[in-house]
C-alpha cells in the first residue's frame, strides 16, 4: 500500500518554460511529451513497441490487484512548444489516480488490434481518493501527428485506471473499488493541433470507480462500480491563442466529462465498437467550460465541443470504420443501479469564435447530463452496403437518478455571438440534454441503402427527472446534412434521448421506434428556456 505522493499543495509539480520557452520534439511511437504523475496503489508508464499484426493480451488490467493508496495533487503548467509524432504519443499527460494506474500502450504495425481484455481499474486491494489534477498552459504549442495521441489530457480518477493505449477487441471502464474522483482544472492558451485519428484535443476527467480513456478495437463494458464512487468537478478553459484543431477520425475537439460509477471515453477509427452496462452507485458534479477560442474539427465522428456529466456510469464510445461485412449496429440494454445516482450541472460559455465541425457523426457542441446511466455513443461505416440493422436503447432498466441538480441553468449553453457549422449527416449544431432515468445520445451513419430497426428511447424500469435548461445567445447556426438540426435542447423525465440514423440518399429503415418507458416511475417537471437572437 503506498500513497502518490506526500499530501502538499502539489506534490507532483511540472514547470514548462520557467526560463522563456520549453521545446520539446519527440519521435516514435509511445514518446509523449510531458506527463506528471499521483498515483496511488502501484502504476507509472508501461510503453512496449513492436512490429506485429496482432496478437492477444492476457490480464491487461491498468490498476491495483491489491493493496491501495490515495492520490495526491498534480500540476503540469508553463510555456513550452511540443511535438510529438508517434503512435500513442500524446503532448500533455496530467494524472492523479488512486487504485493504481498510469499510461500503459502498446504500438505495433497500422491496423493491427489484439485479442483480449484491457482493463481501466483496480481489480482488489482497498479504496481511495484521487486528488485535484491541474494542467495549465500558458502559451505555446502542442502538435501530434500519430494515433491515438490527444494533445493535452487531465485526469483524476479513483478506483484506478488512466490511459490504454491497446488496440484491443474488449476494454472494460472501472472496477469493485469506492473512491472518489478529484477536482479537474485545464486552461490552455496553446495553440493544440491533432493531425491522426483517436487523437482529441483536449480530455479533461473526473471520474469515480475507476475508467479513463482508452484505444478500443471492439466491446466496451461499462463495469458495476460500488456505492461510494463519485466524481469530481472539472472546470476547463481556453484562453487567447488556445485554438483547438483536429484532423482525423473519432478525433474531439474538447471533451470534459465528470462520471460516478465508473467509465470514460473510448475511440476507434478502424474498427466497430458497441456498449455494454453494468450497475453502478455513484453520482457526477458539474463541469464548466469557458471556451472563447476557435474548436474545430474535420474527420468522421469528430465531435467538436463535449462536456458531459453522468451518475451511475457511462461516458463516450465512438468509432469510425470501412467494413461491408459489419451490418449490425447499436447498443444493447442499458443498465441502472441503486437511487440517487444524478448527473452534475453542466455549462458551456462561447463568445464570438468558429465552432465547425465537417463530416458525419460530429455534432458541434454537446452539453449533456444523465442520470442513472448516460452515454454519448456513435458508429459510423463507410464502406457501401445495401442492408443494415440496428437495434438501439437509450433507458435504464432498474435504480434512479436525475439529468443534474435541483437549480434553475441545471444544464446550459451560453452561446455568445459564435458561428457553428456542421455539414454531416447526425452532425447537430447544438444539443442540450438533461436526462433522468437513463440515456442520452446514440447515432448510426451507414452507407446502407436501407435495412431494419428495432429502437426505445424510455426507461424499462427505475426512476429519474429531468432538470432545467437553458440556452441564450445571438449564434449564427449552420447545419448541411441529414439528421443534422440546429439547436436541440431536452429535459426529459424517464430516459431516452436522441438517436439518429441515417444511411445512402433515400434509405428506407422498416421496423419499430418506441418513444417513452415501459416500467418504473416518473416525477416532476422540468423547464426549457431558449433564447436565441
Known amino acids: 500500500k503506498g500513497d502518490g505522493g506526500q499530501n502538499v499543495t502539489y506534490s507532483t509539480n511540472v514547470t514548462l518554460g520557467a526560463s522563456g520557452v520549453t521545446t520539446i520534439d519527440t519521435s516514435g511511437a509511445n514518446a509523449y511529451g510531458v506527463v506528471g504523475q499521483s498515483i496511488g496503489g502501484g502504476g507509472g508508464i508501461v510503453s512496449i513497441a513492436t512490429q506485429s499484426t496482432g496478437g492477444w493480451i492476457d490480464a491487461g488490467i491498468i490498476g491495483q490487484r491489491g493493496g491501495g493508496g490515495s492520490a495526491m495533487p498534480t500540476s503540469v503548467s508553463g510555456t513550452a512548444n511540443i511535438v510529438t509524432r508517434g ?43 484521487a486528488n485535484t489534477a491541474y494542467g495549465y498552459l500558458a502559451a505555446g504549442s502542442v502538435t501530434t ?125 478502424y474498427r466497430q465498437l ?3 452496462f453494468g450497475s453502478a452507485i455513484a453520482y457526477g458534479s458539474a463541469v464548466t467550460l469557458n471556451v472563447p477560442t476557435s474548436v474545430i474539427t474535420n474527420g468522421v465522428g469528430s465531435t467538436a465541443i463535449l462536456a458531459q456529466s453522468v451518475g451511475g456510469g457511462g461516458g463516450v464510445v465512438a468509432s469510425v470504420f470501412t467494413d461491408a461485412n459489419v451490418t449490425n449496429y447499436g447498443i444493447g440494454n442499458m443498465g441502472g443501479g441503486g437511487s440517487n445516482l444524478n448527473g452534475g450541472a453542466v455549462s458551456i ?30 458508429q459510423t461505416n463507410t464502406a457501401a452496403q445495401s442492408s443494415a440493422s440496428v437495434n438501439l436503447q437509450l433507458g435504464a432498466v432498474r435504480g434512479s437518478g436525475n439529468g443534474g441538480p435541483s437549480q434553475n441553468d441545471a444544464v446550459a449553453g451560453y452561446l455568445g455571438n459564435a458561428i457553428i457549422q456542421t455539414s454531416g449527416a447526425n452532425s447537430l449544431g ?52 441529414v439528421n443534422a438540426a440546429g439547436v436541440v435542447a431536452q429535459a426529459i423525465t424517464g430516459g431516452g434521448g436522441v438517436m439518429a440514423v441515417s444511411g445512402t440518399s433515400g434509405a428506407v429503415f422498416s421496423g419499430s421506434v418506441y418513444l417513452g418507458g415501459t416500467g418504473g416511475g416518473t416525477s416532476g417537471n422540468a423547464a426549457v428556456s431558449m433564447t436565441l437572437s
Open 87 to 129: 503512435t500513442n504519443a500524446a503532448g500533455v499527460i496530467v494524472q492523479s489516480i488512486s487504485g493504481g494506474g498510469g499510461v500503459a500502450s502498446l504500438s505495433s504495425q497500422s491496423g493491427a488490434w489484439f485479442s483480449g481484455m484491457v482493463t481501466l481499474g483496480a481489480t482488489g486491494g482497498s479504496g481511495a481518493n
Open 430 to 481: 447544438v444539443l442540450v440534454q438533461s436526462v433522468g432515468g437513463g440515456g442520452g445520445f446514440a447515432s448510426i451513419a451507414t452507407q446502407a441503402s436501407g435495412g431494419s430497426i428495432n429502437a426505445r428511447l424510455g426507461q424499462q424500469g427505475g426512476a429519474g427527472s429531468a432538470q432545467d435548461i437553458t440556452i441564450t445567445g445571438a449564434p449564427k447556426v449552420l447545419t448541411q446534412g
Open 349 to 378: 460559455t462561447t463568445q464570438n469564435q468558429t465552432i465547425a465541425t465537417t463530416a458525419a457523426n460530429a455534432t458541434a457542441v454537446v452539453a449533456q447530463s444523465v442520470g442513472n446511466n448516460g452515454i454519448f455513443f456513435t
Open 145 to 269: 501527428s500519430g494515433a491515438f495521441a490527444p494533445g493535452l489530457v487531465v485526469q483524476s480518477i479513483a478506483g484506478g485506471g488512466g490511459i490504454a493505449g491497446i488496440h484491443t477487441d474488449a476494454v472494460r471502464l472501472g472496477g469493485p473499488l469506492n473512491g472518489n474522483g478529484g477536482t479537474v482544472s485545464a486552461t490552455s492558451s496553446a495553440l493544440i493541433t491533432t493531425y491522426s485519428g483517436a487523437s482529441p484535443g483536449i480530455v479533461a476527467q473526473s471520474i469515480g470507480g475507476g475508467g479513463g480513456l482508452a484505444h478500443g478495437a471492439g466491446q466496451v463494458y461499462f463495469n458495476s462500480a460500488v456505492s461510494g464512487s463519485n466524481a469530481g468537478n472539472v472546470w476547463l478553459t481556453t484562453g487567447t491563442g488556445g485554438t483547438v484543431q483536429t484532423v482525423g477520425s473519432v478525433s474531439y475537439g474538447i471533451l470534459a466529462q465528470s462520471i460516478g460509477g465508473a467509465g470514460g471515453a473510448v475511440f476507434s477509427e
Open 274 to 276: 458497441s456498449a455494454n
